[in-house]
């Protein structure tokens, strides 16, 4: 068969073929490229040219190279950016923990439950981020069925302890915020992992579990590490979203949980000063482009084990 | 036995039931410590299963397992001191192979895990591969590792799950051999699980075939070899000419007279199952002669002949239309030519006996597929 | 940034129902963030008008007499639907004068919307609408900058009947460019179940009661918010100073600082309110009438002080091709037969006289709601937050911000 192959491929003039070969994957790149042009790198030059401008939007921007325009953001806003950053980890951390048992079973015990739990998870997209978020202002309202129970269990006096709630009242908390962005965020974590745990050979496991390793040190030493890739994936399709959205500290949190998506927000369409919004704007992309920077050579050359 | 307290290998009333068949009927069976033994089979039989319940790595139905005295039946996966090599292999793709042979030492807290695992790399003959990751060895190579890893642990079992199987012929051969020379310098009770009934035989020193779920025969190659209990085992080991006769009377020093097709034949009575005239007389095919030097005769015609370099297989047509198989080894003796008329023979006591009330093509279909 | 919603989709709208999604839906503008970003960063701003003096802006060639169109942004869930779904108001304009509305909900938000079409204006393009409603505030800015056409009154008659509190105003004096399409009050709406049974009916109570504490919110429309506060501080509204307004921000930072308030909201106020999430917040006329339908306990305060109206107005943008046809679009909500059918479904204050006595007919009850049908007396402390420079506005608006979202 494979001979056949080759013989039928080589007939044909061979002499044109190389040029021919030479331009087709570069012409298949091309739309790709100049989406990315159009959409992605021109607006990034506008918005550092932006940031770099001075003047208002009523006598117009001058480009005049005031890079003190970055301190002076960074200086008034850096609890906003750090509130992003650490709002943003612990969504990314508690959706792990929430995903990775599911995303198992789903993967390897699910059977012929696996469609039909995989469509759970993909049905909320169906319906608007924002509607889901309002939805968790009714979930997490006094009187609600979650707040009676983490009143009855006393779980609430943990939280306000933890300082993450105020006065027993779950909605408008930094409990509020990070539930929020855990749950809007968690298909995107389930789903890499998903992926992941899904071509985890079971014989992998059988065979640690004959090597003497206990369910724990089979998922510490063979399923964890062989899941990295899903994790690595799921964990900065979570965090990266995450630390710029604004919906979730907006519509669930309070006056002290403004992330820094709220402020750019703010300084762009009300306040209309583009430089710093704009300055903002890169501030955090450098953050997140650094941080995930990092983690990911660490999670990529170590072993984590 | 007193000086290693682990002891033999009992399966006493094993079985499994799934939900919707039976992969092992009840078995009893002990394995000697010490020994290679063979579970052989085609595939579905229930070796693998028998295997895996030895492994702990699947819950009997039923019955229980022994090491030594112990009692294994629910000793968990990680707490038996059992290995296996995988039919896959199944190496952490993640680990370099010394931390893949590692491995089980590490879990059992052993600090001289690294030392021994490079030993154990070293036997196998891959010390200098122990940095690679698994996939940059060929599947030999990760068979080796596999068998380390296993090894390595020094097991009462070491069980053996087709590991030869995804093999090209001659590296496994040499395999077969290297096994074979591992066990008897670790000394460590071998199970090995195969459909290959060349490399049963070869390997082990005691087989257990197995048959829809149920235990045929257990024995030495030769035996079963031999005197093989049913047709199963018969056609599955090796080729049987299975000649239906009838026995018709006692002839003395330990013969009995018997009609086959009208010839009258001699068999030894002690292979005889008790109170069966029916009969199967089945012959190897290399204990069958061309030309009359045993004591038992009969005349057929050639119809096909093919010539191997040591020995020349004849397909010869008795009277009556049954085709035998017939190897003549090259030892300078004349050949025949197809369709010559010619005298086929053996001497009494070469032959089985077994009861005419079975299948007497059992074991053959799957061996064709298999080779098919 | 993350992804957007979908705001306009109907499913949205369905699920939410009238109650959220109405007029002022601030939070809705948030969507339009990305577009906004980039064009807002593309283009220098230029100032066309002269400080306060309008010039009127450029205009394109007026296509109405050939075609029949009209196009028309407005705020959702503003104008009045029938049970099919149906606009009756537009179909009677289209019906009388031939003229096919097209009618889309687009105008979430000022900033936002002001993020959309600002290039356009700058750059002298048609932005692809001929008539929209923008709030006060963004109408003196528009005409300012000058991004909106004088309006013909030939072509509207009814004009006229413009109420004579708003026909004359700070930031369009004679109404030339602008036309109020609705107004409301901002003042307090409380909910008894969550307040105890309090009555909150003064800013200083707001701000200060602890039996509330926490679960406060302001509106994030400055002018609303601020406004209230300088005039619960005796302040004049229309004639403050800077130095007032710092004093009413100080009032405000401190409020926040002993954590009185929850946080600063467009109308996503409304479901909170309802269930009590919100004990008590600033919150405007139209959206509490409608809130007060299935929760006729909650309660709404118009603070002794004095309060803030505001009003969305009609504006041709410059370039608009059918500025004739706008204008009897105008004209025929002008109409106070017309207008009372409007003020029925959205229960704002209806800019229009006469309207009162046609809302008799339509609906008695609505008709004696104060929040829709304010008496003399009402509207006589009511007032309007003055109109600010173009450096005045980035100033208060920074400042303002920088506590809403710091």
């Not at chain 2, 009208?262 to 199967?280: E, K, N, Q, S």
């Not at chain 3, 009238?18 to 980039?38: E, I």
Request: charged share 20%.
């Amino acid at each position: 068969m494979a001979n056949m192959a080759v013989a039928v491929g080589g007939t044909p003039a061979p002499a044109a073929r190389p040029t021919r070969r030479n331009w087709v994957p570069y012409a298949l790149l091309l739309p790709g490229l100049l989406w990315l042009a159009v959409f992605y790198a021109a607006p990034m030059f506008t918005l550092g040219s932006q940031s770099l401008q001075e003047g208002n939007v009523y006598d117009g921007y001058v480009l005049t190279g005031n890079v003190g325009i970055y301190p002076e953001a960074l200086s008034e806003y850096w609890p906003h950016l750090l509130r992003s950053l650490g709002y943003a980890a612990s969504a990314t951390i508690a959706g792990l923990v929430l995903a990775y048992p599911l995303a198992y079973y789903m993967a390897q015990k699910a059977g012929r439950w696996k469609n039909i739990m995989l469509i759970l998870v993909i049905a909320p997209f169906f319906t608007s981020f924002l509607i889901r978020t309002l939805a968790w202002r009714i979930i997490l309202s006094d009187g609600g069925v979650v707040s009676d129970i983490v009143h009855t269990t006393g779980l609430i006096n943990l939280l306000d302890i933890m300082g993450l709630t105020q006065g027993g009242t779950l909605l408008n908390s930094k409990f509020a915020v990070m539930a929020g962005l855990t749950y809007n965020f968690l298909p995107f974590m389930i789903l890499p992992l998903y992926a992941a745990l899904e071509r985890l050979d079971p014989r992998l496991m059988e065979a640690a579990r004959d090597l003497y390793a206990s369910g724990w040190e089979t998922f510490r030493h063979v399923i964890f590490p062989l899941s990295l890739p899903g994790v690595v994936a799921g964990t900065l399709l979570t965090f990266i979203p995450a630390t710029g959205d604004y919906i979730n500290s907006r519509l669930l949190g309070n006056t002290q949980t403004v992330m820094i998506g709220q402020v750019i927000d703010s300084l762009f369409l009300r306040v209309l000063d583009f430089p710093k919004a704009a300055a903002l704007s890169f501030i955090l992309l450098v953050m997140i482009v650094t941080l995930v920077g990092i983690y990911v050579r660490r999670a990529g050359t170590e072993e984590l084990v | 036995m007193a000086e290693n307290p682990s002891g033999d290998l009992r399966l006493v009333q094993l079985s499994k039931q799934f939900a919707d068949f039976t992969a092992c009927h009840p078995l009893d069976l002990t394995i000697p410590q010490g020994s290679f033994f063979a579970l052989l089979g085609p595939s579905g039989c229930g070796k693998t299963t028998t295997l895996r319940m030895i492994a702990g790595l699947e819950e009997p139905t039923g019955g229980s397992i022994f090491i030594g005295d112990t009692d294994i039946t629910h000793t968990k996966a990680y707490r038996r001191n059992v290995n296996t090599v995988f039919q896959s292999y199944a190496l952490f793709p993640h680990m370099t192979i010394i931390e893949n042979v590692a491995f089980g030492l590490k879990r059992r807290g052993d600090k001289e895990a690294m030392k021994k695992a490079q030993e154990a790399l070293d036997l196998v003959e891959l010390g200098h591969r122990a940095k690679q990751k698994p996939n940059q060895l060929s599947g030999g190579m990760q068979q080796r590792v596999a068998l380390a890893r296993a090894l390595v642990n020094r097991p009462d079992v070491l069980l053996l799950d087709e590991p030869l199987g995804a093999l090209d012929l001659k590296l496994r051969r040499q395999m077969q051999i290297e096994l074979k020379r591992i066990q008897l310098d670790v000394g460590i009770t071998f199970v090995h699980v195969t459909h290959d009934q060349e490399e049963a035989m070869t390997m082990a020193d005691e087989v257990a075939v197995m048959n829809a779920g149920r235990l045929e025969q257990v024995g030495t190659p030769t035996e079963l070899y031999d005197h093989p209990a049913s047709t199963f085992v018969a056609n599955f080991l090796g080729q049987s000419n299975l000649l239906t006769s009838r026995i018709v009377g006692d002839a003395g020093e330990g013969l009995l007279d018997v009609d086959c097709h009208g010839y009258p034949i001699r068999i030894a009575a002690a292979h005889v199952p008790a109170g069966v005239r029916d009969v199967f007389v089945g012959v190897r095919p290399e204990k069958l002669r061309i030309g009359h030097t045993g004591a038992n005769q009969l005349t057929g015609t050639i119809t096909d002949d093919s010539f191997t370099g040591v020995s020349t297989h004849y397909l010869v047509q008795l009277p009556w239309g049954f085709e035998v198989t017939v190897v003549q080894p090259n030892d300078g003796s004349p050949r025949a030519k197809v369709g010559e008329k010619v005298d086929i023979s053996w001497d009494p006591g070469s032959e089985f006996v077994l009861d005419a009330r079975q299948d007497e093509d059992a074991g053959l279909l799957d061996e064709e597929i298999r080779h098919g | 940034m993350s992804s957007n919603p979908d705001l306009n989709s109907l499913a949205f709208r369905a699920a939410l129902g009238r109650g959220l999604v109405s007029r002022r839906t601030a939070m809705l503008g948030m969507a339009g963030l990305g577009v906004a970003a980039l064009s807002a960063c593309g283009s220098a701003g230029r100032n066309q008008g002269s400080n306060g003096t309008a010039t009127g802006g450029a205009s394109a060639e007026d296509l109405s007499d050939s075609e029949k169109v009209v196009n028309w942004s407005n705020w959702p869930e503003y104008i009045d639907v029938d049970d099919d779904g149906n606009r009756p108001s537009i179909d009677a304009f289209a019906a009388a004068t031939g003229i096919a509305v097209n009618y889309t909900e687009d105008y979430n938000d000022n900033d936002e919307f002001y993020a959309k079409v600002r290039p356009l204006l700058e750059a002298g393009q048609d932005t692809g609408r001929d008539v929209w409603c923008s709030t006060d505030w963004m109408v003196a800015r528009l005409i300012r900058q000058g991004f909106v056409q004088e309006l013909d009154y030939d072509n509207i008659p009814n004009g006229s009947n413009v109420v004579d509190s708003l026909s004359d105003v700070e930031f369009d004096p004679g109404r030339k460019f602008s036309l109020p399409w609705q107004s409301g009050f901002a003042g307090i709406a409380w909910n008894p179940a969550s307040t105890g049974g309090k009555r909150i009916e003064s800013i200083d109570q707001l701000l200060n009661d602890p039996a509330i504490k926490g679960r406060v919110t302001l509106l994030t429309e400055m002018r609303d918010t601020v406004g209230l506060i300088l005039l619960e501080l005796g302040k004049d509204i229309t004639s403050f100073t800077a130095e007032d307004f710092d004093e009413a921000l100080a009032v405000i930072q401190d409020a926040k600082d002993r954590g009185q308030l929850q946080g600063f909201t467009g109308n996503e106020y409304t479901q909170p309110l309802a269930s009590g999430d919100i004990a008590a917040c600033i919150a405007w006329t139209g959206d509490v009438v409608q809130l007060q339908f299935d929760n006729p306990d909650l309660g709404y305060a118009l603070p002794p002080k004095g309060f803030t109206i505001w009003s969305d107005n009609f504006v041709i943008p410059n370039m608009a091709k059918h500025k004739k046809n706008a204008e009897l679009l105008i004209n025929h909500y002008y109409d106070p037969e017309v207008m009372a059918e409007v003020a029925a479904w959205v229960n704002y204050i209806p800019p229009v006289q006469g309207t009162t006595e046609a809302l008799v007919a339509l609906d008695p009850e609505l008709a004696e709601n104060e929040l829709i049908v304010p008496t003399d007396e009402v509207l006589s402390r009511a007032q309007v937050f003055r109109g600010l420079t173009d450096a005045e506005e980035s100033d208060f608006t920074a400042r303002f911000q920088s506590i809403v979202v710091g």
